[in-house]
């Protein structure tokens, strides 16, 4: 079994999406404690490093070295150095390299600890005001429109909010292509968070692309799209027998009759009170 006391450890931090004020004191501390730094972009980070006045020795960790230095970082962690994690904006591992090294330093038994700090997609959602209650956070979707229109297929019954992040020279294609899949909804564009050009762009997808059309897109993008709340009804002619198998396999996976006679209605766009009667009607025929 793996000695940890004699092991480092991985250290996940947090950096500003782009104002510096945002990191917190304890990323500082242990930016200043940790043997060395693994960034997405050392010169990126350097900048960060030198405003605050740490000086760190740092191994570059990128999307396409992340498996090669994920072996070297496991090694030296191993051998009892303290790391941290680094990329150029937000959180490692969220639509940044790290997921892999986290992967292997959980799999090689090495304590991993997170450094919170911001990330777009939550300060997008924050101040979107679409729903928070329940959201998808797909990331980037992929480059080819053949491809994201089936990733977007996949979303399309969603209720939460949807939450993108996308290039400036792919925004419009993509804006285009959620319309196309998803039909008219309500959709926030939120544009250089934390920066000085901070901006949000609110309306329908409609209005979004014919604003976005008009300008020359530059910066970071995170895209927000309303849910799907509209309840698809049965046709009212739908026979009892219908309603009965809507029955018998709804309230199988439910332990509470009340919740599933909830969810029954909702599905069918009858009454609690009508599907109630329907399950009566049910139980006295041995249903």
Avoid at 20 to 35: K, W
Avoid at 92 to 104: E, H, K, Q, R
Avoid at 149 to 174: A, Q
Avoid at 176 to 195: C, H, M, Y
Wanted: no cysteine; hydrophobic share 40%.
């Amino acid at each position: 079994m793996l000695d940890q006391l004699n092991t480092g450890i991985l250290y996940l931090v947090g950096t500003p999406l782009g104002n510096l004020e945002d990191i917190t004191q304890r990323a500082l501390r242990v930016l200043n404690e940790v043997d060395f730094i693994a960034a997405e972009d050392t010169r990126h980070t350097l900048k960060l490093l030198n405003h605050f006045q740490i000086k760190k020795s740092m191994l570059s960790y990128y999307q396409h070295n992340e498996r090669e230095r994920s072996n070297q970082i496991i090694d030296k962690i191993l051998a009892g150095a303290n790391v941290a994690l680094v990329t150029d904006a937000g959180m490692p591992g969220i639509s940044d390299p790290g997921t892999l090294l986290v992967a292997a330093a959980i799999e090689r038994g090495i304590r991993v600890i997170p450094i919170p700090g911001v990330t777009a997609v939550i300060t997008a959602l924050a101040a979107s005001g679409l729903d928070t209650a329940s959201f998808w956070f797909a990331g980037f979707l992929p480059r080819k429109n053949n491809e994201q229109r089936l990733k977007l297929t996949e979303m399309i019954n969603f209720p939460g909010t949807l939450v993108f992040y996308e290039s400036p020279h792919r925004l419009l294609i993509t804006l285009q292509n959620i319309k196309s899949v998803f039909g008219e909804r309500r959709a926030v564009v939120a544009r250089e968070l934390t920066k000085i050009y901070e901006e949000f762009i609110r309306g329908s997808l409609s209005e979004i692309i014919e604003n976005l059309s008009r300008r020359e897109l530059k910066g970071e993008f995170t895209l927000l799209v309303e849910g799907n709340h509209v309840v698809v009804k049965t046709d009212q002619n739908s026979t009892n027998n219908d309603i009965n198998t809507l029955l018998a396999t709804t309230l199988s996976h439910r332990t509470s009759l009340r919740e599933g006679l909830k969810e029954i209605a909702k599905e069918t766009g009858k009454s609690t009170k009508e599907v109630y009667r329907m399950y009566l009607e049910q139980q006295k025929k041995g249903g």
